[in-house]
């Protein structure tokens, strides 16, 4: 999530706010099985369709959360106001999230706080869930009831930093990621960071604050598990050159649950032959040969990954990977934006890219338009989750107004919700992003968070 963000066509978030757009890229390759998908992302652009979404949106009254008409939302948490627990304040900048299923309609979440070194709001440092003293960061957790009510929030792990996305578990523990690649020594800090941490949502003392150094040290953003196989694939947040690669973790111990991960495996890097930079492809179903190249040394001990020797033929790298999840039997990940002006190969607003493990092909699923095409969905994509309906809710990370907003398996955009809690200064107006976004285990509730001012909502209304 880099400090400096593209500038933003207001009539393109104009046109957006009214109401559903069409969208050129080909999100059905998200959902459909087999060659359908090839044929599917070639197709021309859908007509807008009144009867997908939700609706224009609504400005909120208490200046907060714009939402359809139907929508409500609730604040469950505020950055500076106390922790439940006792153990301090709520933590800013709220980043990545999940949400699990903790019996009789309850649900736990666990957040990100992607503090830095001069974040006000600190992670509390508690015992037994500190790994590092001097740093800021770290994950909170809250306790839901069946009503949707708070009733506990307590601080899951802390003294790792710049904590930003990570991803579930199939057994149902987070892995939060540190999204630096400070040593010791290093801005106050006392141990190595750019490790991924499980934590356990019904017991964070169970998990601990132990890093998972086979996973390798890098600037870490997401994470997703393939659910049969057990291999962990990752995504490297680089928006400087060299930029970051896409990884697969293959653990000693797959699918073993809880602490199983800490047993150590092997890290390897995706090399697409012939493709040294994925921002060249602009085709939505062009799809790739991927290989896998051993890690030469996971823990960066000398040499960051990206800069170390993979041996004859170019590895591939991309600017601001982010976004990861799983579904459709493969792993989705987001390459947020390319700039060449920064030293990207071409330019583009975001991609959606699909892996299939099964046949070892990575394939470009969705392009995302530049700020000034109303035909195209926003620019830089960043968290990702799939929507009760099949679709997909999307947290948009760039300049200006700040949306959630969905994309339907018909290939169609529509507002979902708009940051309304301007931030800026008189005469200069700015939102915080959002990210973050999940959905409770029943499908009716969709989470998410504005990064700033942290501020966690949950959003309920008539779902399709």
Known sequence: MPPVRPPVSVTRRSLLAAGTIAFSGALGALFAGGDARAARATRAPRAPRTDRGYGPLVADPRGLLDLPAGFTYRVLSRAGAPLRSGEGTVPANCDGMAAFDAGGGRVRLVRNHENRTTAALRVPAVPRLTYDPQALGGCTALELDAAGRVTGERVALAGTAVNCAGGRTPWNTWLSCEETEDRAGTSGYTRDHGYVFEVDPADPNRSGAVPLTA??????????????????????????????????????????????????????????????????????????????????????????????????????????????????????????????????AADHHG????????????????VFGPAADIALPGDSPDNICLAPDGGLMVCEDGGGAQYVFGVTTGGEVYPMARNAEDIGRPGAPEWGEFAGVTFSPDGRTMYVNAYTPGTTFAVTGPWH
């Not at 393939?226 to 291999?231: A, E, K, L, T």
């Not at 092997?266 to 697409?272: F, G, K, Y």
């Not at 579904?327 to 990940?333: I, Q, S, W």
């Not at 991609?351 to 969705?366: A, G, K, M, T």
Request: charged share 25%; glycine share 12%.
């Open 351 to 366: 991609q959606v890219w699909f892996y299939d493990p099964r046949r070892s092909v990575l394939r470009l699923d969705v």
């Open 215 to 344: 996973m390798g040290r890098f600037a870490h953003e997401a994470v997703a598990v393939d659910p049969y196989r057990g291999v962990v694939y990752e995504t490297e947040d680089a928006f400087v050159r060299p930029f970051g690669l896409f990884y697969r973790f293959l653990p000693e111990r797959p699918l073993g649950g809880l602490g199983s991960l800490r047993a150590g495996g092997r890290l390897e890097a995706m090399r697409v032959p012939g493709l040294a930079d994925l921002s060249v492809v602009d085709e939505p179903g062009a799809r790739f040969p991927v290989e896998w190249v051993p890690v030469p040394d996971p823990s960066a001990a000398g040499t960051p990954i990206r800069l170390q020797d993979f041996g004859p033929g170019a590895i591939t790298h991309a600017q601001k990977l982010e976004g990861c999840y799983w579904g459709d039997g493969g792993v989705h990940f987001v390459s947020s934006f390319a700039r060449s002006s920064e030293g990207a």
